[in-house]
Every structure is written in structure tokens, then in C-alpha cells.
């Protein structure tokens, strides 16, 4: 049996049994090589939760209409990559295999190669998206071939040709944007996303009192993460990009 963690995310309070997904942190800092602290985000996550609300007025749902089980974070060992992949791929695989929906919270890039790992072998036909501002199509990082900056390419390892579709991609090495040319399906971040939401999605700028205010948030160093992880951020989770993220889906 799978016991709740004591600190959970807002709103998830069903068991293991009852769920339809499963949430769980991977707390890995291993290979990070700008800024580390990685292995604090699922935590700080659930703590910030707290102060946003369950209902999306955006969706029109609420987190406690849902059965979400929190099973708080993995054990993971310092200086040994291999290894807490092959903790994080058990893990979500004992998810799958319980015909539950897993959903990881990192940790460094390099910490969905063991989730990827799992799922690949239950369904051998995998699909990747990858919402990033960084290719991670390295073969090797600083002689590792186990690297946030080649998590990517050890995916591509397992799926093969044309199985990879990479968005918000603004930086990398030139070989590896010829290699993706090749092998996988990447797009460039470019801001015309941006014209989009002014010209179609109107009904923000009633929200805010200038124009200033949203083009801000544009070219802020921040804006990667419309694309990517939320929670790498400076600023409340229920702010301005959450807002505009809302009206790229509708």
C-alpha cells in the first residue's frame, strides 16, 4: 500500500486505490550545471500551492472534483544518475501497471528519462512532446552521457526517427539543431504566439489597466516557462502567464 504523503498539493486528497492519477516529486540535482536547487521544486511546489485556489475559472473545473493521489517524493541518492532513474522508472511503472495516469514533478531535466524509460516499455509506439527552451539532443555533456543537457537524446535512444516534438527551442549547439532536422520534430520559439493572443484574445487586456503590463511579461527572462515548467519562477503562480497559457488553449 502506497501512503499519502503528509504534505500534499491543494486539493489532492485521494488514496492510491481511488485515484486516476499519481503525482510524486523526484528531488534530483545531479547533473545540473548552471543553478542547482532542482531538488526543491516538488516540495516548494506543494507549499505554493496553497495559495491558488482549486477552481479554474479559465476551465471551469476544480482539483476537488478529481481523484488525484500524492505520493510525496522519492528517496533518491546523491551522485548516482543511473540509479535514480532506475528508482524513478520503477515508480512509474508500479503507476502504470496499477492503470493510473503518472505525473513527475522534478528534479532536473535528466529525471524524465526514467518516467520516459517506463512508459516506453508498456507502450513501445511512444510519442514524446517536449516543451523546453533547450534542445537536450547532446550526445555526451562534459564526457556524461547521462546529462540534463542529453536527456533528449537518450529518449530518442529508445523511440527512434520522427517520434519527438520539441517546442519553445531557442538555444543549443548547431550540430544539434542539424541533428534534429533529421531525427525530430522541432520548432523554434518565436513570438508570434504573442501577436496572436493581442489580435484574437482581447478579453486580457480588460484584466490589466495598459498594454505595458502584458508586453512586460513578454519579454521578461521568464517567458520560457509559458512553454515549460511554471514553477521556476519569481513571481506567484496565479499571475499574468497563467492567464495567457488560459487563452492559448481556448
Not at 492510491?16 to 516538488?42: K, L, W
Not at 503507476?95 to 513501445?124: F, N, Q, R, T, W
Request: charged share 25%; with cysteine; hydrophobic share 35%.
Amino acid at each position: 500500500m502506497w501512503n499519502k504523503n503528509i504534505e500534499t498539493f491543494i486539493g489532492l486528497d485521494a488514496s492510491f486505490e481511488e485515484a486516476s492519477c499519481v503525482i510524486f516529486g523526484a528531488p534530483m540535482d545531479s547533473t545540473t550545471s548552471y543553478r542547482p536547487g532542482t531538488r526543491f521544486a516538488s516540495s516548494t511546489m506543494r507549499k505554493e500551492s496553497f495559495g491558488i485556489e482549486t477552481y479554474s475559472p479559465y476551465q471551469d473545473k476544480d482539483l476537488e472534483d478529481i481523484k488525484v493521489f500524492d505520493g510525496g517524493d522519492l528517496e533518491l541518492p546523491f551522485g548516482n544518475p543511473r540509479k535514480a532513474l532506475d528508482m524513478i522508472k520503477e515508480t512509474t511503472k508500479t503507476i502504470i501497471d496499477a492503470s493510473k495516469l503518472p505525473c513527475m514533478i522534478g528534479g532536473e531535466h535528466l529525471v524524465s528519462l526514467g518516467a520516459i524509460e517506463a512508459a516506453y516499455e508498456k507502450y513501445p509506439d511512444l510519442r514524446i512532446i517536449h516543451f523546453d527552451a533547450h534542445t537536450d539532443l547532446r550526445d555526451e555533456y562534459l564526457g556524461e552521457k547521462l546529462s540534463h543537457a542529453s536527456v533528449i537524446r537518450r529518449a530518442y535512444d529508445l523511440v527512434g526517427d520522427h517520434k519527438i516534438y520539441q517546442f519553445g527551442i531557442r538555444s543549443g549547439e548547431r550540430a544539434e539543431f542539424y541533428w534534429a532536422k533529421e531525427h525530430t520534430f522541432l520548432n523554434k520559439f518565436n513570438f508570434f504566439f504573442f501577436f496572436f493572443l493581442i489580435q484574437k484574445k482581447k478579453l486580457i487586456l480588460k484584466n490589466y489597466k495598459t498594454q505595458k503590463s502584458l508586453f512586460y511579461i513578454y519579454i521578461s527572462p521568464y517567458y520560457q516557462d509559458i512553454f515549460s515548467d511554471f514553477s521556476i519562477s519569481t513571481v506567484s503562480p496565479n499571475d499574468l502567464r497563467y492567464e495567457i497559457k488560459a487563452c492559448i488553449s481556448c
